[in-house]
C-alpha cells in the first residue's frame, strides 16, 4: 500500500518572506551600481570598477532570485507535477557561474595592471567604496537569516555578501595609496578579492548540484532514519529509502515498509512512519510502500508523482 503525503507550509512561509527582503536588496542595489560605475572611471580603480561590475551582477542575480521566488510560488501542473520549486535551485546554479565568471575578470584585469599600476584617485575611491559598503550591508542585513533557509536567497547573500568585501578591499587599497602611494595595492587588493568570491561561488555551485543530482542532504543521516523507522511498532524492516531536496527547506522521502504480520491497521502505520520522518528529521513529503512480511508483496501503485494538488480542467 502506497501512501503519498506532503505540507507545503514551510516553503511557502520561506517565498514569502524573502520576497520582500529580495525586492529591496534589489533596489538598494541597483542605485548605488549606477553611482559606482561613475566612480570607478572617474578615480581609474581597478577596485572600485571590479566592485562596481560585481555589483552589476548582483543586480542580476538579486533579479534572478526574486524572479524564481515567484516562479516557484506557481502552482503545480498535470506536466509540472512537483511545481517549480527547482526554479530556485537553477537560479542558485546561475549565481554561482556569475560569480565565476566575475572572478576570472578580476584576475585578468589585476594581472594587466601588476607590471604597470595606472594613477588612482585615492580619495575619491575611498569616499565610494565607504557609500558602497552602507549599501552592501544593508542588502546583507535584510538577506541575512533567510540565506540559510534558501539557496536561492543564499546566492544572492554570497553575491551581496562578496560586493561588500569587495568595498572592503577597495578601501584597503585606497587607504595603501593615499599613506604609502602604493599603487599597485589596487590589483593586489583586486585578486584577494577574486580569490574570496572563487570560494563563495564554489559552496553555492556545489550545494546546488547536490540538490539537482538528488543526494541526501547533508543534515540528514540515513542510517539514523532507517533504524528510526525500523523501530516502529508494527514494522519488521525498511528497505529502498531515499531522501533528496526538492527545493530548499521542502525534503522528500519514499520507501518500503514491511510489516510484521499480516494483521495491521495500515493507516495507522502508514501514519506512525510518516510522523517520525515528520517530526524527527522534517521531512514533508513522504511517499511509504507497505509489504506484507507473511504473503505475497502487495503493490498498490498510489499517486507518487506530484507535490502539491494541481486543478483539473
Not at 553611482?35 to 566592485?51: K, M, P, Q, R, W
Amino acid at each position: 500500500m502506497n501512501h503519498h503525503g506532503h505540507t507545503h507550509g514551510h516553503g511557502h512561509e520561506i517565498g514569502r518572506t524573502a520576497r520582500g527582503s529580495l525586492k529591496a536588496a534589489l533596489i538598494i542595489t541597483a542605485i548605488f551600481l549606477v553611482a559606482e560605475f561613475v566612480g570607478a572611471l572617474y578615480t581609474n580603480s581597478l577596485a572600485l570598477l571590479a566592485d562596481a561590475g560585481h555589483m552589476l551582477t548582483d543586480v542580476a542575480a538579486l533579479g534572478l532570485s526574486f524572479f524564481a521566488i515567484r516562479m516557484s510560488s506557481r502552482r503545480a501542473t498535470p506536466r509540472k507535477t512537483y511545481g517549480f520549486y527547482r526554479v530556485e535551485i537553477l537560479a542558485a546554479l546561475l549565481n554561482g557561474l556569475f560569480l565565476i565568471l566575475i572572478a576570472i575578470y578580476i584576475f585578468y584585469e589585476a594581472y594587466q595592471r601588476l607590471s604597470d599600476p595606472p594613477q588612482v584617485k585615492a580619495g575619491w575611491m575611498l569616499v565610494i567604496a565607504a557609500v558602497g559598503l552602507l549599501a552592501n550591508l544593508a542588502s546583507a542585513y535584510l538577506l541575512f537569516g533567510k540565506h540559510r533557509e534558501s539557496l536561492n536567497v543564499r546566492g544572492a547573500f554570497f553575491h551581496v555578501l562578496s560586493d561588500a568585501i569587495g568595498s572592503v578591499g577597495a578601501i584597503v587599497a585606497g587607504m595603501a595609496i593615499l599613506v604609502g602611494g602604493y599603487q599597485i595595492a589596487d590589483p593586489l587588493i583586486s585578486m584577494l578579492v577574486a580569490v574570496l568570491i572563487l570560494w563563495s561561488s564554489w559552496i553555492l555551485i556545489r550545494d546546488a548540484v547536490d540538490i539537482l543530482l538528488e543526494g541526501t542532504p547533508a543534515h540528514i543521516n540515513i542510517v539514523s532514519l532507517r533504524e528510526q523507522l525500523g523501530r516502529v511498532d508494527g514494522v519488521e524492516s525498511v528497505h529502498d529509502l531515499h531522501v533528496w531536496t526538492l527545493t530548499s527547506g521542502v525534503l522528500a522521502m519514499s520507501c518500503h515498509v514491511v510489516a510484521e504480520n499480516s494483521n495491521f491497521n495500515r493507516t495507522e502505520l502508514l501514519g506512525r512512519v510518516s510522523g517520525v520522518a515528520r517530526q524527527s528529521f522534517r521531512i514533508d513529503h513522504t511517499t511509504i510502500q507497505i509489504e506484507d512480511a507473511n504473503g505475497p508483496q502487495e503493490v498498490f501503485d498510489a499517486c507518487n508523482c506530484h507535490f502539491g494538488a494541481w486543478d483539473s480542467p
